[in-house]
Structures are given as structure tokens and as C-alpha cells.
């Protein structure tokens, strides 16, 4: 278990629709990261934050959107959403946001777009 | 071209083995390296990290980068049934974990 909870674990929605995704990080950790998992692009970095601060962007869709509460917990929203959407979805902690710390991954919830 | 290539498997070894999975990469930047194991319906865990080249050794798993070819491996010696999971390179050129570049993955499995 490594300390860090996503969920919903699955969901299964329709094309135009918005969903959101839930993190709650290891304690402790004020970072947090949200990856993509498909089969074809394998794991792709979406945004990043430190202590409610968004730190650093990657790969993510202007559709998609993520904040950090003052709690640390994390949300990611997806809207209007594409069939291409479609993938496993993981949010990671760190204690700090250097690459030779240690990332620590959730179980990932997997995201279904009919 | 992707900046890290790792072929996907399967592969597939008898229990005992020695099991060498391969990453190249084509970024002369990168500096820091590591392994993530992914076990099936789980989220990656850190399994090796080196910065810049050389080996490092862990219990049954040696970590090798050589620089100067673009290429690091991990190698498991007397693989378990246990150690079937995807095994993800991963590398960075900066001390930013957001910068972390990631393989696609190998799916290992070890027959018993």
C-alpha cells in the first residue's frame, strides 16, 4: 500500500460528459502528479502541484483541469469527453518535487468513455 | 521517435532465470534513471534509481546505465513468479520529478 488514494477505482460515462477524479496523497507529501496510462503513449505526465500551486504542466488538454486543496487532497476534472479519453488515470506523491525523490503511485482509476 | 524506447514483451522466462530488461533512450541529457514494477490492477512502485552511469546492485536486481551507448538495463537474477509485473523505465535530465519521462513498459512473466 503505497499511502496514496484515488478513486473511483472505475468509471464508465458517455462522450460529452465531465467527470472528476479524486487524490489524496501520502501524508506528509505536499506534491502531487497526475499521469495518463493508455496501451499506446504509455505513462504521460499531466500537471503537477506543490502545496495547492500548480508547479508544472505537461501533456494536458485544455479540456482538462486539476487544483490541490488546503487539505493537499487533489482533483482532476475531465470534460467533455472523448472516446480517446479513455485510459487509467494515476496520481502520485512526493515529499518534495526533485527527480531523485521517490514518486509514489495510487491504484489509478480507470476511465471508460463510451 | 520516442525519447525513451522499451520493447513491450512479453517476455516470458522459466522461474530461475536471469530476466534482462532494456531501455535506449535518445536524450544525451539524461542523468537520472530509474525502475518502476507495475504489478497488473496496481499503480507503479520505484523499484531502482541511479544517477548517471555505472551499476548499483539490490538484492536480486542490478541496475546498469551506460551512457556513452543510450542504454540502461535491469536485471533480476533467480526470478520469482513473483517478479511477474511491467517493469517501467523511467528518466529525467532535471532534479524534477515532473520532468520524469517514462518507457512504455515490459511485461514480464515468470513461469514457475
Known amino acids: 500500500d503505497s499511502g496514496v488514494t484515488q478513486t473511483p477505482k472505475h468509471l464508465i460515462t458517455a462522450t460529452g460528459q465531465r467527470v472528476t477524479l479524486r487524490c489524496s496523497p501520502r501524508s506528509g507529501d505536499l506534491s502531487v502528479y497526475w499521469y495518463q496510462q493508455s496501451l499506446d503513449q504509455g505513462l504521460q505526465f499531466l500537471i503537477q502541484y506543490y502545496n495547492g500551486e500548480e508547479r508544472a504542466k505537461g501533456n494536458i488538454l485544455e479540456r482538462f483541469s486539476a487544483q490541490q486543496f488546503p487539505d493537499l487532497h487533489s482533483e482532476l476534472n475531465l470534460s467533455s469527453l472523448e472516446l480517446g479519453d479513455s485510459a487509467l488515470y494515476f496520481c502520485?506523491?512526493?515529499?518534495?518535487?526533485?527527480?531523485?525523490?521517490?514518486?509514489?503511485f495510487g491504484e489509478g482509476s480507470r476511465l471508460t468513455v463510451l | 521517435q520516442k525519447e525513451v524506447e522499451q520493447d513491450p514483451g512479453p517476455l516470458s522466462v522459466p522461474e530461475g532465470a536471469i530476466v534482462s530488461l532494456n531501455c535506449t533512450y535518445s536524450n544525451s541529457a539524461f542523468q537520472y534513471f530509474m525502475w518502476y514494477r507495475q504489478y497488473s490492477r496496481k499503480g507503479p512502485e520505484l523499484l531502482m534509481y541511479?544517477?548517471?552511469?555505472g551499476n548499483k546492485e539490490d538484492g536480486r536486481f542490478t541496475a546498469q546505465v551506460d551512457k556513452s551507448s543510450k542504454y540502461i538495463s535491469l536485471f533480476i537474477r533467480d526470478s520469482q513468479p513473483s517478479d511477474s509485473a511491467t517493469y517501467l523505465c523511467?528518466?529525467?535530465?532535471?532534479?524534477?520529478?515532473?520532468?520524469?519521462?517514462f518507457g512504455s513498459g515490459t511485461r514480464l512473466s515468470i513461469r514457475p
Open positions: 502520485a506523491s512526493s515529499v518534495a518535487t526533485g527527480a531523485t525523490g521517490e514518486l509514489f
Open positions: 523511467a528518466m529525467s535530465a532535471q532534479s524534477s520529478a515532473s520532468k520524469i519521462i
Open positions: 541511479t544517477y548517471s552511469s
